[in-house]
Protein backbone atom coordinates (compact mmCIF):
# COMPACT_ATOMS: atom_id res chain seq x y z
CA UNK A 1 0.00 0.00 0.00
CA UNK A 2 2.44 2.32 1.17
CA UNK A 3 4.91 1.48 -1.71
CA UNK A 4 2.32 2.30 -4.41
CA UNK A 5 1.83 5.50 -2.90
CA UNK A 6 5.45 6.31 -3.28
CA UNK A 7 5.22 5.30 -6.78
CA UNK A 8 2.25 7.53 -7.49
CA UNK A 9 4.42 10.40 -6.37
CA UNK A 10 7.42 9.26 -7.84
CA UNK A 11 5.05 9.49 -11.12
CA UNK A 12 3.65 13.03 -10.44
CA UNK A 13 7.33 14.55 -9.90
CA UNK A 14 8.48 13.03 -12.93
CA UNK A 15 5.01 14.13 -14.86
CA UNK A 16 5.63 17.36 -13.58
CA UNK A 17 9.09 17.55 -15.01
CA UNK A 18 8.25 16.45 -18.30
CA UNK A 19 5.10 18.97 -18.57
CA UNK A 20 7.03 21.83 -17.66
CA UNK A 21 10.17 20.55 -19.02
CA UNK A 22 8.28 20.24 -22.45
CA UNK A 23 6.46 23.53 -22.20
CA UNK A 24 9.25 25.70 -21.57
CA UNK A 25 10.92 24.11 -25.01
CA UNK A 26 7.77 25.34 -26.64
CA UNK A 27 8.81 28.19 -25.71
CA UNK A 28 12.31 28.81 -26.45
CA UNK A 29 12.73 26.69 -29.68
CA UNK A 30 10.69 29.23 -31.86
CA UNK A 31 13.20 31.89 -30.56
CA UNK A 32 16.42 29.65 -31.13
CA UNK A 33 15.05 28.96 -34.49
CA UNK A 34 14.45 32.83 -35.77
CA UNK A 35 17.77 33.47 -34.31
CA UNK A 36 19.75 30.94 -35.75
CA UNK A 37 17.72 31.07 -39.51
CA UNK A 38 19.16 34.79 -39.18
CA UNK A 39 22.98 33.63 -38.74
CA UNK A 40 22.39 31.12 -41.43
CA UNK A 41 23.36 31.09 -45.08
CA UNK A 42 20.52 31.98 -47.34
CA UNK A 43 21.51 29.25 -50.03
CA UNK A 44 21.06 26.48 -47.04
CA UNK A 45 18.13 27.43 -45.57
CA UNK A 46 16.34 27.26 -48.93
CA UNK A 47 17.73 23.68 -49.36
CA UNK A 48 17.57 22.05 -46.44
CA UNK A 49 14.04 24.24 -44.54
CA UNK A 50 14.35 26.10 -40.86
CA UNK A 51 16.83 24.51 -38.69
CA UNK A 52 17.21 25.60 -34.94
CA UNK A 53 21.02 25.58 -35.40
CA UNK A 54 22.68 27.70 -37.55
CA UNK A 55 22.97 26.35 -41.04
CA UNK A 56 27.29 27.72 -42.38
CA UNK A 57 27.33 29.87 -39.99
CA UNK A 58 27.49 33.61 -41.18
CA UNK A 59 26.50 37.53 -40.23
CA UNK A 60 26.23 38.38 -43.60
CA UNK A 61 22.81 39.04 -43.69
CA UNK A 62 22.97 41.50 -40.50
CA UNK A 63 25.70 42.95 -42.77
CA UNK A 64 23.40 43.14 -46.08
CA UNK A 65 20.68 44.47 -43.98
CA UNK A 66 22.73 47.44 -42.66
CA UNK A 67 24.54 48.32 -45.75
CA UNK A 68 20.86 48.04 -47.78
CA UNK A 69 18.03 49.31 -45.58
CA UNK A 70 20.42 50.34 -42.68
CA UNK A 71 18.82 53.66 -43.21
CA UNK A 72 15.25 53.11 -42.94
CA UNK A 73 15.76 49.98 -40.22
CA UNK A 74 17.81 53.32 -38.24
CA UNK A 75 14.93 55.55 -38.59
CA UNK A 76 12.74 53.13 -37.20
CA UNK A 77 15.06 52.32 -34.32
CA UNK A 78 14.39 55.83 -33.94
CA UNK A 79 10.74 56.54 -34.10
CA UNK A 80 10.16 53.27 -31.67
CA UNK A 81 12.67 54.67 -28.95
CA UNK A 82 11.55 58.08 -29.42
CA UNK A 83 7.93 57.18 -28.90
CA UNK A 84 8.83 54.25 -26.37
CA UNK A 85 10.86 56.93 -23.75
CA UNK A 86 8.70 60.05 -24.33
CA UNK A 87 5.18 57.73 -24.12
CA UNK A 88 6.48 55.97 -20.94
CA UNK A 89 7.63 59.25 -19.10
CA UNK A 90 4.60 61.35 -20.16
CA UNK A 91 2.25 57.98 -19.26
CA UNK A 92 4.21 57.72 -15.82
CA UNK A 93 3.50 61.04 -14.63
CA UNK A 94 -0.19 61.29 -15.43
CA UNK A 95 -0.76 57.60 -14.55
CA UNK A 96 0.99 57.82 -11.17
CA UNK A 97 -0.29 61.87 -10.14
CA UNK A 98 -3.81 60.79 -10.69
CA UNK A 99 -2.64 56.91 -8.57
CA UNK A 100 -1.50 58.59 -5.73
CA UNK A 101 -4.64 61.45 -5.76
CA UNK A 102 -6.90 58.04 -5.78
CA UNK A 103 -5.39 56.79 -3.21
CA UNK A 104 -6.06 59.21 -0.25
CA UNK A 105 -8.84 58.24 1.51
CA UNK A 106 -9.92 61.87 2.31
CA UNK A 107 -10.34 62.54 -1.15
CA UNK A 108 -14.69 63.09 -1.54
CA UNK A 109 -15.23 62.46 -5.64
CA UNK A 110 -12.14 59.57 -5.40
CA UNK A 111 -14.87 56.90 -6.22
CA UNK A 112 -16.87 59.22 -9.25
CA UNK A 113 -12.92 59.83 -10.53
CA UNK A 114 -12.50 56.25 -10.68
CA UNK A 115 -16.23 55.02 -11.91
CA UNK A 116 -15.56 57.51 -14.65
CA UNK A 117 -11.68 55.37 -15.40
CA UNK A 118 -13.64 52.23 -15.30
CA UNK A 119 -16.46 52.92 -17.23
CA UNK A 120 -13.77 53.21 -20.09
CA UNK A 121 -12.86 49.85 -20.24
CA UNK A 122 -16.36 48.18 -20.11
CA UNK A 123 -17.71 50.70 -22.45
CA UNK A 124 -16.24 52.02 -25.50
CA UNK A 125 -17.65 54.21 -28.30
CA UNK A 126 -15.70 51.61 -31.34
CA UNK A 127 -12.57 52.49 -33.64
CA UNK A 128 -14.30 54.52 -36.40
CA UNK A 129 -15.84 57.34 -34.20
CA UNK A 130 -12.16 57.34 -32.21
CA UNK A 131 -10.50 57.01 -35.55
CA UNK A 132 -12.82 60.00 -37.01
CA UNK A 133 -12.10 62.14 -33.75
CA UNK A 134 -8.32 61.52 -33.45
CA UNK A 135 -7.61 62.02 -37.22
CA UNK A 136 -10.48 64.91 -38.00
CA UNK A 137 -10.51 67.11 -34.38
CA UNK A 138 -7.01 66.29 -33.40
CA UNK A 139 -4.96 65.86 -36.65
CA UNK A 140 -3.25 62.75 -35.58
CA UNK A 141 -2.83 61.57 -39.18
CA UNK A 142 1.02 60.91 -39.97
CA UNK A 143 1.99 62.46 -36.52
CA UNK A 144 4.62 61.36 -34.22
CA UNK A 145 1.97 62.17 -31.57
CA UNK A 146 -0.63 59.50 -33.14
CA UNK A 147 2.04 56.89 -31.91
CA UNK A 148 2.13 58.33 -28.21
CA UNK A 149 -1.05 60.27 -26.85
CA UNK A 150 -3.52 56.92 -27.76
CA UNK A 151 -2.19 54.99 -25.47
CA UNK A 152 -0.50 57.21 -22.89
CA UNK A 153 -3.11 56.28 -20.15
CA UNK A 154 -4.00 52.98 -19.25
CA UNK A 155 -6.50 52.70 -16.34
CA UNK A 156 -5.42 49.20 -15.27
CA UNK A 157 -1.77 50.61 -14.52
CA UNK A 158 -3.37 53.26 -12.38
CA UNK A 159 -5.24 50.87 -10.48
CA UNK A 160 -1.86 48.78 -10.12
CA UNK A 161 -0.27 52.09 -8.88
CA UNK A 162 -3.09 52.90 -6.77
CA UNK A 163 -2.95 49.22 -5.03
CA UNK A 164 0.74 50.05 -4.02
CA UNK A 165 -0.14 53.70 -2.88
CA UNK A 166 -2.67 52.64 -0.91
CA UNK A 167 0.05 50.53 1.10
CA UNK A 168 1.47 53.44 2.05
CA UNK A 169 0.80 54.32 5.84
CA UNK A 170 -1.57 57.56 5.93
CA UNK A 171 0.75 58.55 9.37
CA UNK A 172 3.02 59.54 6.97
CA UNK A 173 1.29 62.00 4.80
CA UNK A 174 -0.14 63.26 7.82
CA UNK A 175 3.47 64.10 9.23
CA UNK A 176 4.12 65.84 6.41
CA UNK A 177 0.96 67.84 6.45
CA UNK A 178 1.47 69.20 9.64
CA UNK A 179 4.76 70.68 8.11
CA UNK A 180 2.94 72.31 5.45
CA UNK A 181 3.86 70.10 2.86
CA UNK A 182 1.21 70.52 -0.25
CA UNK A 183 -0.22 66.78 -1.69
CA UNK A 184 2.18 67.63 -4.99
CA UNK A 185 5.30 67.75 -2.42
CA UNK A 186 4.14 64.44 -0.78
CA UNK A 187 3.72 62.82 -3.78
CA UNK A 188 7.04 63.91 -5.02
CA UNK A 189 9.06 63.22 -1.88
CA UNK A 190 7.24 60.69 0.25
CA UNK A 191 4.90 58.45 -2.36
CA UNK A 192 7.17 58.16 -4.89
CA UNK A 193 10.44 57.38 -3.35
CA UNK A 194 8.68 54.78 -1.14
CA UNK A 195 7.08 53.27 -4.33
CA UNK A 196 10.42 52.51 -5.93
CA UNK A 197 9.02 49.51 -7.23
CA UNK A 198 6.07 50.33 -8.48
CA UNK A 199 7.46 52.88 -10.79
CA UNK A 200 9.63 50.79 -11.90
CA UNK A 201 7.22 47.82 -12.28
CA UNK A 202 4.78 50.44 -14.06
CA UNK A 203 7.54 51.83 -16.04
CA UNK A 204 8.18 48.85 -17.58
CA UNK A 205 4.59 47.76 -18.17
CA UNK A 206 3.87 50.87 -20.52
CA UNK A 207 7.49 50.41 -22.07
CA UNK A 208 6.82 47.34 -23.29
CA UNK A 209 3.07 48.46 -24.54
CA UNK A 210 4.78 51.32 -26.68
CA UNK A 211 7.93 49.28 -28.01
CA UNK A 212 5.70 46.19 -29.22
CA UNK A 213 2.95 48.82 -30.79
CA UNK A 214 2.44 49.01 -34.18
CA UNK A 215 -1.48 49.02 -34.46
CA UNK A 216 -1.55 52.78 -33.50
CA UNK A 217 0.99 52.91 -36.73
CA UNK A 218 -0.63 50.37 -38.93
CA UNK A 219 -4.44 52.77 -38.08
CA UNK A 220 -2.12 56.43 -38.24
CA UNK A 221 0.86 56.38 -40.28
CA UNK A 222 1.52 55.69 -43.89
CA UNK A 223 4.48 58.16 -43.80
CA UNK A 224 7.59 55.99 -44.16
CA UNK A 225 9.95 57.90 -42.08
CA UNK A 226 7.38 57.74 -38.98
CA UNK A 227 7.27 53.79 -38.96
CA UNK A 228 8.39 52.39 -35.43
CA UNK A 229 10.16 48.92 -36.04
CA UNK A 230 7.48 46.46 -35.73
CA UNK A 231 5.33 48.06 -37.99
CA UNK A 232 8.46 48.13 -40.80
CA UNK A 233 8.62 44.43 -39.52
CA UNK A 234 4.51 44.02 -40.03
CA UNK A 235 5.15 45.32 -43.67
CA UNK A 236 7.59 43.24 -44.64
CA UNK A 237 5.73 40.00 -43.78
CA UNK A 238 2.42 40.77 -44.81
CA UNK A 239 3.80 41.35 -47.67
CA UNK A 240 5.00 37.87 -48.00
CA UNK A 241 2.10 36.58 -46.40
CA UNK A 242 0.07 38.19 -49.28
CA UNK A 243 2.09 36.19 -51.72
CA UNK A 244 1.87 33.01 -50.50
CA UNK A 245 -1.69 33.03 -50.32
CA UNK A 246 -0.69 32.18 -54.31
CA UNK A 247 -4.03 34.62 -55.23
CA UNK A 248 -1.99 38.09 -55.86
CA UNK A 249 -1.60 37.49 -59.87
CA UNK A 250 2.03 37.14 -60.50
CA UNK A 251 2.30 40.07 -62.52
CA UNK A 252 1.52 42.47 -58.95
CA UNK A 253 3.67 40.10 -57.15
CA UNK A 254 7.02 40.54 -59.58
CA UNK A 255 6.56 44.55 -58.21
CA UNK A 256 7.28 43.36 -54.89
CA UNK A 257 10.96 41.87 -54.04
CA UNK A 258 10.30 39.27 -51.88
CA UNK A 259 12.82 39.54 -48.90
CA UNK A 260 15.04 36.07 -48.25
CA UNK A 261 14.28 33.82 -45.17
CA UNK A 262 17.29 34.87 -43.68
CA UNK A 263 16.33 38.61 -43.81
CA UNK A 264 12.99 37.99 -42.50
CA UNK A 265 14.13 36.47 -39.86
CA UNK A 266 17.01 38.97 -38.84
CA UNK A 267 14.70 41.40 -39.03
CA UNK A 268 12.85 40.02 -36.37
CA UNK A 269 15.27 39.27 -34.24
CA UNK A 270 16.63 43.23 -34.75
CA UNK A 271 12.99 43.87 -33.55
CA UNK A 272 13.25 41.80 -30.18
CA UNK A 273 17.05 42.70 -29.70
CA UNK A 274 16.70 45.07 -26.90
CA UNK A 275 13.97 43.12 -24.91
CA UNK A 276 16.23 39.96 -24.92
CA UNK A 277 18.87 41.70 -23.77
CA UNK A 278 16.97 43.32 -20.73
CA UNK A 279 14.59 40.34 -20.49
CA UNK A 280 16.91 39.05 -17.83
CA UNK A 281 16.78 42.14 -15.44
CA UNK A 282 13.04 43.26 -15.62
CA UNK A 283 11.78 39.95 -15.53
CA UNK A 284 11.15 39.83 -11.57
CA UNK A 285 9.37 42.81 -11.70
CA UNK A 286 6.80 41.95 -14.32
CA UNK A 287 5.92 38.71 -12.03
CA UNK A 288 5.79 41.69 -9.00
CA UNK A 289 3.18 43.27 -11.02
CA UNK A 290 1.38 40.87 -12.61
CA UNK A 291 1.25 39.38 -8.93
CA UNK A 292 0.26 42.30 -7.44
CA UNK A 293 -2.42 43.21 -10.16
CA UNK A 294 -4.04 39.12 -9.24
CA UNK A 295 -3.43 40.03 -5.24
CA UNK A 296 -6.00 43.23 -5.79
CA UNK A 297 -8.52 40.69 -7.57
CA UNK B 1 -36.93 85.39 -14.72
CA UNK B 2 -37.08 81.55 -14.91
CA UNK B 3 -33.86 81.05 -13.55
CA UNK B 4 -34.26 83.11 -10.77
CA UNK B 5 -37.17 81.67 -9.83
CA UNK B 6 -35.44 78.04 -10.03
CA UNK B 7 -32.67 79.49 -7.40
CA UNK B 8 -35.05 80.85 -5.05
CA UNK B 9 -37.06 78.10 -4.64
CA UNK B 10 -33.84 75.53 -4.89
CA UNK B 11 -33.92 73.36 -1.70
CA UNK B 12 -31.74 73.71 1.03
CA UNK B 13 -29.88 70.64 0.37
CA UNK B 14 -29.18 71.32 -2.86
CA UNK B 15 -27.25 74.77 -1.93
CA UNK B 16 -25.13 73.00 0.65
CA UNK B 17 -24.43 70.54 -2.03
CA UNK B 18 -23.12 73.19 -4.02
CA UNK B 19 -21.17 74.72 -1.18
CA UNK B 20 -19.73 71.54 0.12
CA UNK B 21 -18.34 70.63 -3.66
CA UNK B 22 -16.98 74.29 -4.25
CA UNK B 23 -15.68 73.78 0.06
CA UNK B 24 -13.82 69.90 -1.54
CA UNK B 25 -12.49 71.48 -4.69
CA UNK B 26 -10.68 74.20 -2.52
CA UNK B 27 -9.64 71.90 0.51
CA UNK B 28 -8.25 69.26 -2.10
CA UNK B 29 -7.55 71.40 -5.20
CA UNK B 30 -4.13 69.53 -5.19
CA UNK B 31 -4.93 66.32 -5.69
CA UNK B 32 -7.90 67.17 -8.03
CA UNK B 33 -5.44 68.89 -10.38
CA UNK B 34 -3.63 65.65 -9.99
CA UNK B 35 -6.51 64.11 -11.35
CA UNK B 36 -6.83 66.29 -14.53
CA UNK B 37 -4.08 64.85 -17.00
CA UNK B 38 -5.28 61.95 -16.94
CA UNK B 39 -8.79 62.96 -17.05
CA UNK B 40 -8.54 65.01 -20.00
CA UNK B 41 -6.59 62.08 -21.82
CA UNK B 42 -9.82 60.00 -21.07
CA UNK B 43 -12.41 62.89 -22.32
CA UNK B 44 -10.35 62.79 -25.34
CA UNK B 45 -9.64 59.71 -26.36
CA UNK B 46 -12.65 57.99 -24.90
CA UNK B 47 -15.83 59.81 -23.70
CA UNK B 48 -15.89 62.83 -27.09
CA UNK B 49 -15.91 59.56 -29.38
CA UNK B 50 -19.22 58.87 -27.78
CA UNK B 51 -20.55 61.39 -30.10
CA UNK B 52 -19.33 59.82 -32.87
CA UNK B 53 -21.32 56.73 -32.52
CA UNK B 54 -24.36 58.93 -33.89
CA UNK B 55 -22.76 57.96 -37.08
CA UNK B 56 -24.10 54.76 -37.18
CA UNK B 57 -27.68 55.60 -37.30
CA UNK B 58 -26.75 57.87 -40.18
CA UNK B 59 -25.48 57.55 -44.06
CA UNK B 60 -22.39 59.40 -42.94
CA UNK B 61 -20.72 61.44 -45.69
CA UNK B 62 -17.92 63.67 -45.20
CA UNK B 63 -19.43 66.84 -46.30
CA UNK B 64 -22.40 66.57 -44.35
CA UNK B 65 -20.48 65.81 -41.22
CA UNK B 66 -21.53 63.28 -37.86
CA UNK B 67 -24.53 65.68 -37.44
CA UNK B 68 -25.93 66.57 -40.23
CA UNK B 69 -25.70 63.06 -42.47
CA UNK B 70 -28.95 60.93 -43.52
CA UNK B 71 -30.62 59.32 -40.72
CA UNK B 72 -31.22 55.94 -41.27
CA UNK B 73 -32.37 53.84 -38.31
CA UNK B 74 -31.42 50.69 -37.49
CA UNK B 75 -30.41 50.30 -41.03
CA UNK B 76 -27.13 49.90 -40.77
CA UNK B 77 -27.15 47.18 -37.92
CA UNK B 78 -30.09 45.25 -40.06
CA UNK B 79 -27.66 45.14 -43.48
CA UNK B 80 -24.90 43.62 -40.44
CA UNK B 81 -27.37 40.75 -40.14
CA UNK B 82 -28.45 40.44 -43.50
CA UNK B 83 -27.67 37.21 -45.64
CA UNK B 84 -25.38 39.20 -47.75
CA UNK B 85 -23.41 40.59 -45.16
CA UNK B 86 -20.70 38.79 -43.07
CA UNK B 87 -22.37 39.95 -39.57
CA UNK B 88 -22.67 36.64 -38.16
CA UNK B 89 -19.87 34.93 -40.07
CA UNK B 90 -17.65 37.39 -38.05
CA UNK B 91 -19.68 37.08 -34.39
CA UNK B 92 -19.68 33.38 -35.29
CA UNK B 93 -15.41 33.60 -35.63
CA UNK B 94 -14.74 35.64 -32.80
CA UNK B 95 -17.45 33.92 -30.13
CA UNK B 96 -15.70 30.84 -32.00
CA UNK B 97 -11.35 31.91 -30.98
CA UNK B 98 -12.69 33.50 -27.92
CA UNK B 99 -13.93 30.34 -26.52
CA UNK B 100 -11.12 27.85 -27.13
CA UNK B 101 -9.24 30.78 -26.29
CA UNK B 102 -10.59 30.29 -22.75
CA UNK B 103 -10.94 26.83 -22.60
CA UNK B 104 -7.11 26.30 -23.60
CA UNK B 105 -6.36 29.84 -21.24
CA UNK B 106 -7.73 27.56 -18.17
CA UNK B 107 -6.09 24.38 -18.89
CA UNK B 108 -2.54 25.09 -19.66
CA UNK B 109 -1.99 27.83 -17.12
CA UNK B 110 -3.55 26.16 -14.60
CA UNK B 111 -1.58 22.78 -15.22
CA UNK B 112 1.57 24.47 -15.44
CA UNK B 113 1.11 26.29 -12.17
CA UNK B 114 0.02 23.13 -10.52
CA UNK B 115 3.26 21.11 -11.79
CA UNK B 116 5.37 24.20 -11.33
CA UNK B 117 4.50 23.80 -7.24
CA UNK B 118 5.95 20.26 -7.55
CA UNK B 119 9.28 20.76 -8.74
CA UNK B 120 12.02 21.14 -6.58
CA UNK B 121 15.23 22.37 -8.47
CA UNK B 122 15.45 25.98 -8.02
CA UNK B 123 17.23 26.01 -11.28
CA UNK B 124 14.87 24.05 -13.37
CA UNK B 125 12.49 26.55 -12.25
CA UNK B 126 14.15 29.27 -12.80
CA UNK B 127 15.08 28.55 -16.63
CA UNK B 128 11.42 26.86 -17.48
CA UNK B 129 9.86 30.14 -15.94
CA UNK B 130 11.80 32.33 -17.97
CA UNK B 131 11.52 30.61 -21.01
CA UNK B 132 7.83 30.43 -20.94
CA UNK B 133 7.04 33.94 -19.53
CA UNK B 134 8.85 35.35 -22.74
CA UNK B 135 6.19 34.78 -25.29
CA UNK B 136 4.68 37.38 -23.58
CA UNK B 137 7.20 40.12 -24.45
CA UNK B 138 6.69 39.49 -27.91
CA UNK B 139 4.54 41.57 -30.15
CA UNK B 140 1.86 39.84 -32.41
CA UNK B 141 3.78 41.06 -35.28
CA UNK B 142 7.05 38.57 -33.90
CA UNK B 143 4.64 35.66 -33.27
CA UNK B 144 3.60 36.06 -37.25
CA UNK B 145 7.33 35.65 -37.97
CA UNK B 146 7.69 33.00 -35.54
CA UNK B 147 4.80 31.54 -37.01
CA UNK B 148 5.63 31.84 -40.70
CA UNK B 149 8.80 30.16 -39.54
CA UNK B 150 6.98 26.97 -38.82
CA UNK B 151 4.66 27.10 -41.47
CA UNK B 152 5.65 28.47 -44.83
CA UNK B 153 5.30 26.27 -47.22
CA UNK B 154 8.95 25.73 -48.54
CA UNK B 155 11.22 25.81 -45.43
CA UNK B 156 8.49 25.80 -42.88
CA UNK B 157 9.68 23.32 -39.65
CA UNK B 158 6.55 21.63 -40.09
CA UNK B 159 6.60 20.64 -43.55
CA UNK B 160 10.09 19.66 -43.31
CA UNK B 161 8.52 17.40 -40.68
CA UNK B 162 5.98 15.74 -42.55
CA UNK B 163 8.45 15.49 -45.86
CA UNK B 164 10.88 13.44 -43.65
CA UNK B 165 7.98 11.66 -42.73
CA UNK B 166 7.36 10.67 -45.89
CA UNK B 167 4.57 13.03 -46.36
CA UNK B 168 3.00 15.48 -48.31
CA UNK B 169 3.32 18.76 -47.47
CA UNK B 170 1.05 20.98 -46.63
CA UNK B 171 0.32 24.96 -47.99
CA UNK B 172 -0.23 26.52 -45.15
CA UNK B 173 -1.06 30.37 -46.11
CA UNK B 174 -3.32 28.77 -48.75
CA UNK B 175 -5.45 26.94 -46.84
CA UNK B 176 -7.74 28.88 -44.59
CA UNK B 177 -9.60 25.90 -42.30
CA UNK B 178 -6.11 25.37 -40.49
CA UNK B 179 -5.92 28.92 -39.34
CA UNK B 180 -8.37 29.64 -36.48
CA UNK B 181 -6.56 26.57 -34.47
CA UNK B 182 -3.29 28.13 -35.32
CA UNK B 183 -4.32 30.99 -34.10
CA UNK B 184 -5.69 29.74 -30.82
CA UNK B 185 -2.87 28.03 -29.93
CA UNK B 186 -0.48 31.11 -31.03
CA UNK B 187 -2.50 32.65 -27.98
CA UNK B 188 -2.18 29.83 -25.90
CA UNK B 189 1.77 30.11 -26.43
CA UNK B 190 2.12 33.75 -26.03
CA UNK B 191 -0.46 33.70 -22.89
CA UNK B 192 -0.22 31.10 -20.87
CA UNK B 193 3.36 31.98 -19.44
CA UNK B 194 1.51 35.32 -17.72
CA UNK B 195 -1.56 33.22 -16.49
CA UNK B 196 0.57 30.68 -14.90
CA UNK B 197 2.03 33.43 -12.82
CA UNK B 198 -1.63 34.52 -11.50
CA UNK B 199 -2.56 30.62 -10.25
CA UNK B 200 1.24 30.74 -8.63
CA UNK B 201 0.69 34.35 -6.90
CA UNK B 202 -3.44 32.84 -5.37
CA UNK B 203 -0.94 29.20 -4.70
CA UNK B 204 1.36 31.76 -2.73
CA UNK B 205 -1.40 32.19 -0.49
CA UNK B 206 -2.34 29.09 0.24
CA UNK B 207 -2.31 27.52 4.13
CA UNK B 208 0.94 25.13 4.04
CA UNK B 209 -0.31 23.78 7.55
CA UNK B 210 -3.11 22.37 5.00
CA UNK B 211 -0.71 20.37 3.11
CA UNK B 212 1.02 18.94 5.82
CA UNK B 213 -2.01 17.86 7.84
CA UNK B 214 -2.44 15.63 4.47
CA UNK B 215 0.58 14.27 4.09
CA UNK B 216 0.53 12.98 7.86
CA UNK B 217 -2.79 11.88 6.82
CA UNK B 218 -1.12 9.95 3.88
CA UNK B 219 -2.44 11.57 1.16
CA UNK B 220 -0.77 11.13 -1.92
CA UNK B 221 0.34 13.86 -4.09
CA UNK B 222 -2.03 13.55 -6.80
CA UNK B 223 -4.78 13.43 -3.82
CA UNK B 224 -3.62 16.38 -2.27
CA UNK B 225 -3.46 18.23 -5.79
CA UNK B 226 -6.91 17.03 -6.74
CA UNK B 227 -8.42 17.81 -3.16
CA UNK B 228 -6.47 21.02 -2.20
CA UNK B 229 -4.43 22.67 -5.11
CA UNK B 230 -7.08 22.37 -7.64
CA UNK B 231 -10.58 23.09 -5.22
CA UNK B 232 -8.10 26.05 -3.96
CA UNK B 233 -7.26 27.78 -7.36
CA UNK B 234 -10.94 27.65 -8.19
CA UNK B 235 -11.63 30.76 -7.39
CA UNK B 236 -9.37 32.76 -8.95
CA UNK B 237 -9.83 30.59 -12.21
CA UNK B 238 -13.41 31.64 -12.02
CA UNK B 239 -12.93 35.16 -11.71
CA UNK B 240 -10.75 35.60 -14.79
CA UNK B 241 -12.98 33.12 -16.66
CA UNK B 242 -15.76 35.78 -15.58
CA UNK B 243 -13.32 38.60 -17.16
CA UNK B 244 -12.92 36.95 -20.48
CA UNK B 245 -16.44 36.17 -20.81
CA UNK B 246 -17.31 39.54 -20.05
CA UNK B 247 -14.77 40.41 -23.42
CA UNK B 248 -16.03 37.36 -25.46
CA UNK B 249 -17.29 40.02 -28.22
CA UNK B 250 -13.82 41.38 -28.76
CA UNK B 251 -11.22 40.16 -30.70
CA UNK B 252 -7.85 40.14 -30.64
CA UNK B 253 -7.02 42.45 -33.76
CA UNK B 254 -2.99 42.59 -33.38
CA UNK B 255 -2.95 38.76 -32.82
CA UNK B 256 -5.24 38.71 -36.48
CA UNK B 257 -3.43 40.97 -38.01
CA UNK B 258 -0.26 40.03 -37.08
CA UNK B 259 -0.20 36.73 -37.80
CA UNK B 260 -2.31 36.60 -41.06
CA UNK B 261 -1.86 40.39 -42.21
CA UNK B 262 -3.43 41.23 -45.38
CA UNK B 263 -3.28 37.83 -46.93
CA UNK B 264 -6.63 37.53 -48.61
CA UNK B 265 -7.21 33.95 -48.89
CA UNK B 266 -7.01 33.78 -45.36
CA UNK B 267 -8.43 36.49 -43.92
CA UNK B 268 -12.24 35.17 -44.07
CA UNK B 269 -11.85 32.70 -41.95
CA UNK B 270 -10.40 34.57 -39.12
CA UNK B 271 -12.16 37.56 -39.12
CA UNK B 272 -13.50 38.61 -35.94
CA UNK B 273 -15.43 41.79 -34.94
CA UNK B 274 -12.14 44.02 -34.74
CA UNK B 275 -10.86 43.29 -37.82
CA UNK B 276 -13.83 43.35 -39.78
CA UNK B 277 -14.96 46.85 -38.43
CA UNK B 278 -10.77 47.92 -39.56
CA UNK B 279 -11.51 46.41 -43.11
CA UNK B 280 -15.24 48.12 -43.43
CA UNK B 281 -14.48 51.16 -43.12
CA UNK B 282 -12.38 51.24 -46.34
CA UNK B 283 -14.66 49.43 -48.29
CA UNK B 284 -17.97 49.80 -46.71
CA UNK B 285 -18.00 53.42 -44.91
CA UNK B 286 -18.16 54.76 -41.87
CA UNK B 287 -21.04 54.49 -40.43
CA UNK B 288 -21.44 51.08 -41.32
CA UNK B 289 -18.37 50.22 -39.36
CA UNK B 290 -19.48 52.17 -36.69
CA UNK B 291 -22.57 50.32 -36.08
CA UNK B 292 -20.89 46.96 -36.32
CA UNK B 293 -18.54 48.65 -33.73
CA UNK B 294 -21.66 50.25 -31.78
CA UNK B 295 -23.51 46.59 -31.39
CA UNK B 296 -19.89 44.73 -30.21
CA UNK B 297 -19.64 47.14 -27.59
CA UNK B 298 -23.13 47.01 -26.35
CA UNK B 299 -23.10 43.10 -26.58
CA UNK B 300 -19.55 43.76 -24.51
CA UNK B 301 -21.30 45.81 -21.60
CA UNK B 302 -24.12 43.79 -21.08
CA UNK B 303 -21.84 40.53 -20.63
CA UNK B 304 -19.59 42.51 -18.46
CA UNK B 305 -22.59 43.52 -16.48
CA UNK B 306 -23.61 39.74 -16.22
CA UNK B 307 -20.41 38.31 -15.64
CA UNK B 308 -19.84 40.77 -13.00
CA UNK B 309 -22.47 40.32 -11.63
CA UNK B 310 -22.42 36.74 -11.12
CA UNK B 311 -18.54 37.09 -9.77
CA UNK B 312 -20.42 39.23 -7.09
CA UNK B 313 -22.48 36.21 -6.30
CA UNK B 314 -19.52 33.43 -6.22
CA UNK B 315 -17.33 36.13 -4.81
CA UNK B 316 -19.51 37.75 -1.52
CA UNK B 317 -19.91 40.88 -2.97
CA UNK B 318 -16.73 41.67 -4.63
CA UNK B 319 -16.86 42.41 -8.10
CA UNK B 320 -14.64 42.39 -10.94
CA UNK B 321 -14.38 45.80 -11.28
Redesign the interface.
Known sequence: MRKS?LF??HM??L???L???L??????Y??V??LS?SLSSEHE??R???SAVPLKFTLNTYIYIFANSGMRILKSYGVTIFVTVVGTLGAM???S??A???S?Q????RNI?AF???F???????????????VN??GLKNSILALI??S??SVWN?FLMRTYFSSISPSLYEAAKIDGA???RI?WRIAIPLSKTAVLTVGLMYA?QY?????NA??FINNKNLFPL??Y??TI??N???I?????PSGAAAGITLPS?TV??AV?VI??GP?IFL??FV?KY??QG??T???K? | MKSKRIQNEAPGPARDRKKEFLHEMKKNKGLYLMCMPALIVLVMFCYIPFAGTWMAFTDFNVVDGIFGSKFVGFDNFKYFFSKSSMGWRVTYNTLFINFFGIILGLIVPISIAVFFNEIRSKVFKKLTQSFMFFPYFLSWVVVGAIIYGFFSTDVGVINNMLRSLGMEPIKWYAEPKYWKGIIIIASMWKWSGYSSIIYMAAMANFDGSLYEAAEVDGASKVQRILYLTVPMLKPTAVVLTLMSIGRIFYGDFGMIYGIVGNNPVLIDAVTVIDTYVYQTMRTLGFSYATAIGLFQSVMGLILVTIANRMAKKYNDGEGLF
Open positions: KSDVTLAYFIGFGLLCLPLLTVIVHGYIITMIFALISLKYILCNTIVFSAGLIPWYVVCYYLPIFMSYFYLWNDWWLIQYLYLSVNASSGRIEKMTTIIYPQFVIMGAVE
